[in-house]
């Protein structure tokens, strides 16, 4: 199933000759379950998609649907309430609030929403993240690959139809940086969550399930996985996947 798709999407700055074209005509497609790595040299566009696909920004032309949405039709109150609730969102920075704990901060975008918690799927999501015996600690007394694991476990703890991180690991040493990925990308297959990912790092890339490359504002590779190719594909073909989801046609998913 698809759950990300964009069409002819171009994001410019300015006009004449100081324009830049961020974006220039960006066809893209995700399927659900799929992790998916954007790469490219700095300036190429990565993070002007990533924004693009989260609603967080306007594009100069173009479409992007989300969950079968074309988000940009929504008026500006409407796509706020569909990005709280369908986009989880990871960055360089953890943008914790420093005065929650760290299951207020995981759970506070869900009650600002004014929704209820689903606790047993956040402590699935708190334990696989490593995070039980964090709970009730302040984010400034935790590590950094602790801290970001807390936004990850904010980003999903809304069952978001996308994840989206840019850089997620930029701040991070390489040996945590390589752990932080890991656990993202066992989160992903475990709750069969959409991920897009921006990295630098071609090691960290490897990780993903499809590498998109960008360049100029354009994809130079990697648009569009085929459907035979897709997580719930390859789990499918080779008996696997999680008893607890078996039947329930997507029971994470809200
Ligand atoms: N608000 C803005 N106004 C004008 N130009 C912008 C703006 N935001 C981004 N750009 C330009 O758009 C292009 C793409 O920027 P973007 O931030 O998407 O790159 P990036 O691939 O994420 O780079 P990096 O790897 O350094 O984070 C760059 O040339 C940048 O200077
Ligand atoms: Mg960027």
């Avoid at 943008?95 to 918690?117: A, F, K, R, S, T």
């Avoid at 504002?217 to 008893?243: D, E, M, N």
């Amino acid at each position: 199933m698809r759950v990300l798709k964009t069409t002819a999407l171009k994001k410019y700055y300015g006009s004449g000759h100081n324009q830049v074209k961020a974006l220039d005509g960006v066809d893209l497609e995700v399927e659900k379950g799929e992790f998916v790595a954007i790469v490219g040299t700095s300036g190429s566009g990565k993070s002007t998609l990533l924004h693009m696909l989260g609603g967080l920004d306007y594009p100069t032309s173009g479409k992007v649907e989300v969950d079968g949405r074309d988000i940009f039709s929504l008026k500006k109150d409407a796509l706020c309430i569909f990005r709280r609730r369908k986009i989880g969102f990871v960055f360089q920075s953890y943008n914790l609030v420093p005065v929650l704990i760290v299951y207020e901060n995981i759970v506070l975008p869900i009650q600002l929403d004014g929704g209820n918690p689903d606790e047993v799927y956040i402590q699935n999501v708190v334990k696989l993240l490593g995070l039980e015996e964090k709970l009730n600690n302040l984010p400034s007394q935790l590590s950094s690959g602790q801290q970001q694991r807390v936004a990850i476990a904010r980003a999903l703890a809304a069952k978001p139809a996308i994840l989206l991180a840019d850089e997620p690991t930029g701040n991070l040493d390489s040996a945590t940086s390589q752990d932080v990925l890991e656990l993202l990308k066992v989160s992903g297959e475990r709750f069969s969550q959409t991920i897009v990912m921006i990295t630098h790092n071609e090691e960290i890339a490897q990780l993903a399930d499809r590498i998109v490359r960008i360049e100029d504002g354009k994809i130079i590779s990697g648009t569009r996985r085929t459907p035979v190719q897709t997580l719930a594909a390859r789990k499918k073909s080779s008996g696997g996947g999680f008893p607890e989801q078996k039947g329930k046609g997507g029971a994470y998913y809200g």
